[in-house]
T-cell receptor, first 116, second 116 residues
Framework: KQEVTQIPAALSVPEGENLVLNCSFTDSAIYNLQWFRQDPGKGLTSLLLIQSSQREQTSGRLNASLDKSSGRSTLYIAASQPGDSATYLCAVRVGISSGSARQLTFGSGTQLTVLP | DGGITQSPKYLFRKEGQNVTLSCEQNLNHDAMYWYRQDPGQGLRLIYYSQIVNDFQKGDIAEGYSVSREKKESFPLTVTSAQKNPTAFYLC???????????????FGSGTQLSVL
């Protein structure tokens, strides 16, 4: 069974710092990996999706990388801002079977605080 | 604007009472999902539907029921059989095209359910 781990559970950094969030998974046969942002009491907003054939995706100050062989993905945030404060979750999709919805596994997230 | 609408934002349940959470989407997505989120934990799948008039149990379906009579709507009923219903409930949708490695998940803003 796929397990997804995000360490640390919480992280505080000063404004302007570059930072890396980690996501590890146990089954390397993934189909894609998606990073989400969640603000308190809100739903999840998709940030980046990396297909299994890709190594990285970029959007603005965000860069997500994927290393399937080692079971790891990182989300790099450049020049962090207080508005980046939120919980960041990764989710891994395994397989494309008819029950594919059951194959999406979420990590428990990293709560990021960017201090002004 | 296209999106997913969940209502109500907050809901309170009395002992022995069934309550229904609403989820509507205008994204023309075939697939819809219900997730439960507990503090400090990842999302867990309750039910999902790949097409109208069809739905499947997720990992924690006991004590919940759903219907999918219309493509746009996927209501979730929390029954009295669910003994620990206090949680944040998230509805999501996706295009549902099987085999699309770039298929993204889109979320509503969530419903916080509490027991009185």
């Amino acid at each position: 069974k796929q397990e997804v781990t995000q360490i640390p559970a919480a992280l505080s950094v000063p404004e302007g710092e570059n930072l890396v969030l980690n996501c590890s998974f146990t089954d390397s046969a993934i189909y894609n990996l998606q990073w989400f942002r969640q603000d308190p009491g809100k739903g999840l907003t998709s940030l980046l999706l990396i297909q299994s054939s890709q190594r990285e995706q970029t959007s603005g100050r965000l860069n997500a990388s994927l290393d399937k062989s080692s079971g790891r993905s990182t989300l790099y945030i450049a020049a962090s801002q207080p508005g980046d404060s939120a919980t960041y979750l990764c989710a891994v999709r395994v397989g494309i079977s008819s029950g594919s919805a059951r194959q999406l596994t979420f990590g428990s997230g990293t709560q990021l605080t960017v201090l002004p | 604007d296209g999106g997913i609408t969940q209502s109500p934002k907050y809901l309170f349940r009395k002992e022995g009472q069934n309550v229904t959470l609403s989820c509507e989407q205008n994204l023309n997505h075939d697939a819809m999902y219900w997730y439960r989120q507990d503090p400090g934990q990842g999302l867990r799948l309750i039910y999902y539907s790949q097409i109208v008039n069809d739905f499947q149990k997720g990992d924690i379906a006991e004590g919940y029921s759903v219907s999918r009579e219309k493509k746009e709507s996927f209501p979730l009923t929390v029954t009295s059989a669910q003994k620990n219903p206090t949680a944040f409930y998230l509805c999501a949708s996706s295009s549902g095209f099987r085999g699309a490695s770039n298929e993204k998940l889109f979320f509503g803003s969530g419903t916080q359910l509490s027991v009185l």
